[in-house]
T-cell receptor, first 116, second 113 residues
Framework: EAQVTQNPRYLITVTGKKLTVTCSQN?????MSWYRQDPGLGLRQIYY???????DKGDVPEGYKVSRKEKRNFPLILESPSPNQTSLYFC???????????????FGNGTRLTVT | QQQVKQSPQSLIVQKGGISIINCAYE??????FPWYQQFPGKGPALLIA?????SEKKEGRFTISFNKSAKQFSLHIMDSQPGDSATYFC????????????FGTGTQLKVEL
């Protein structure tokens, strides 16, 4: 089954304790991205990657890191989490060649992170 | 700066009624306008999309209406069903924007029996 898999689904941590949220896709997509979803703000892009070893900042990159060493994986790293990073996080992927119905953005089921 | 403004924030519709969600954008470089549907505990999924060379696109009970001069687009759900209850996001992207979607703030739709 074609899918984007995120782990963990739920994570509660304390301020300053480094964490990684994993994301893997099995669709051979070049493009991968991380979004955070907050009430009243919709989905905002954190980082994206057009292909292996190519990453760039989105709209809200502060406090986050990513890496793209393999095509299928795109982990999100919070080196020193803070309470304002409490949010619902989504990983997404698509082919890069087109932004249309033939290449929609596929989302994972989300990771709900709470930082106390 | 909210580049895509979405309204209403929440919507309650009776079964069989029409649900209408509106979005407005500012960036005239946007040239692709999808709508995503999100059920609780799931990620958003593409519902329907339109490019600005057409004013309307229909897929089953779902229709996008697009007004390029007003920089507005809307989603109409005809014969709304309880199974349509979900959060809907409009979005926009531009050529050369690196596949980035700029999302609206979302509309929680509830269809009552």
């Amino acid at each position: 089954e074609a899918q984007v898999t995120q782990n963990p689904r739920y994570l509660i941590t304390v301020t300053g304790k480094k964490l990684t949220v994993t994301c893997s896709q099995n669709m051979n997509h070049e493009y991968m991205s991380w979004y955070r979803q907050d009430p009243g703000l919709g989905l905002r892009q954190i980082y994206y990657s057009m292909n292996v070893e190519v990453t760039d900042k989105g709209d809200v990159p502060e406090g986050y890191k990513v890496s793209r060493k393999e095509k299928r994986n795109f982990p999100l790293i919070l080196e020193s989490p803070s309470p304002n990073q409490t949010s619902l996080y989504f990983c997404a992927s698509s082919f890069s060649r087109d932004r249309g119905p033939d290449s929609p953005l596929h989302f994972g089921n989300g990771t709900r992170l709470t930082v106390t | 700066q909210q580049q895509v403004k979405q309204s209403p924030q929440s919507l309650i519709v009776q079964k069989g009624g029409i649900s209408i969600i509106n979005c407005a954008y500012e960036n005239t470089a946007f040239d692709y306008f999808p709508w995503y549907q999100q059920f609780p505990g799931k990620g958003p999924a593409l519902l329907i999309a339109i490019r600005p060379d057409v004013s309307e696109k229909k897929e089953g009970r779902f229709t996008i209406s697009f007004n390029k001069s007003a920089k507005q687009f809307s989603l109409h759900i005809m014969d709304s069903q309880p199974g349509d209850s979900a959060t809907y996001f409009c979005a926009a992207s531009r050529r050369g924007g690196g596949n980035k979607l700029t999302f609206g703030t979302g509309t929680q739709l509830k269809v009552e029996l």
